[in-house]
């Protein structure tokens, strides 16, 4: 068999219009969304990544800032432009690209941004409410995976699904939505002796190390979905995922490209966050 692929262009353009349509609601009544993006330092990745959200929020009818920072920018200088923002009613989200200089405490600045415009779903507090299912953001990128396994309508309850990798970004906020779909979850890391064992009786696999081929075809149940996180280049210097693509696509029913899977969903699923921090407010 040949996976489907599961085009996650196709699904944020369908979720960015659905964003727009409340976003214009929402404006029509005086309180357009808005989120404040962050950027100290030089990284050009960082960079491009800033650009697209900040055009993603452009597109879909949301109000944004985007402060850049040199790389000397102090860290209480950061935590007080936090705090300003925190208190602006015209700012429903808030982002801190990382990585940041190594002067400055990702933790603290984290842990900075008010509860409420927490879009990123990465603090303390977030990952409270998502371990103990309180309504709260979750974190971008798991978020769109766990869109993109719906919009197969491959039914999660019951079902068994493995997880490469354990970051606060990616890995464990991606086990608890699993758990929530009433799957099965094991979750694989480097200290895993053979996580082929694991995933060749998963249902679901989601692969998020940042390591090409850490998921090959011989590891894979035949049908399974395979979700790739991961962004790295190839010999070729060719974007590519963890996922030995060309091999696994002959095995799994389902698979995301790299790119074209997860990357667009995680700025969707940044604006769906945005868009409801500004209709609680």
């Known amino acids: 068999m040949t996976a489907q692929l599961i085009d996650g262009l196709a699904l944020s353009k369908s979720i960015r219009a659905e964003v727009a349509t409340r ?3 929402l404006t029509a009544q005086g309180r357009q969304p808005g989120l404040a993006v962050i950027i100290v330092g030089d990284d050009p990745a960082s960079h491009v990544y800033v650009r697209n959200k900040v055009k993603a929020c452009a597109d879909a009818g949301l109000h944004s800032v985007l402060e850049k ?13 936090i705090d300003a923002l925190n208190h602006d009613p015209r700012i429903h989200g808030i982002l801190v690209q990382m990585p940041l200089p190594k002067h400055i405490d990702p933790h603290k600045v984290i842990e900075a941004i008010a509860t409420a415009k ?11 409410e998502l371990m103990t299912q309180l309504p ?58 053979d996580i082929g064992f694991h995933t060749r009786q998963a249902d679901v696999v989601v692969a998020a190390v940042g390591r090409r081929n850490v ?8 049908g399974a979905v395979v979700i790739d996180v991961g962004i790295n280049r190839n010999d070729e210097g060719k974007l590519c995922g963890d996922v030995d693509f060309d091999g696994v696509k002959e095995v799994a029913g389902w698979i995301t490209p790299v790119p ?12 769906v966050n945005t868009l409801e921090s500004a209709e609680r407010a």
């Open 23 to 25: 976003a214009a609601a």
């Open 69 to 81: 920072y040199d790389a000397d920018f102090s860290e209480a200088a950061l935590l007080a432009r």
């Open 118 to 128: 927490d879009v990123d779903g990465y603090s303390t507090l977030s990952a409270g």
């Open 136 to 193: 709260g953001f979750r974190p971008c990128t798991p978020y769109g995976c766990m869109k993109l396994i719906e919009s197969t309508g491959f039914d999660l309850r019951g079902k068994h699904a493995v997880v490469i990798g354990r970051s606060n970004t990616v890995g464990k906020p991606m086990a608890l939505l699993l758990l929530q779909a009433n799957a099965t979850v094991t979750v694989c890391h480097s200290a895993t002796p």
């Open 215 to 222: 998921l090959t075809a011989d590891m894979v149940k035949p």
């Open 260 to 271: 074209g899977g997860v990357g667009p969903m995680t700025i969707a699923m940044l604006l």
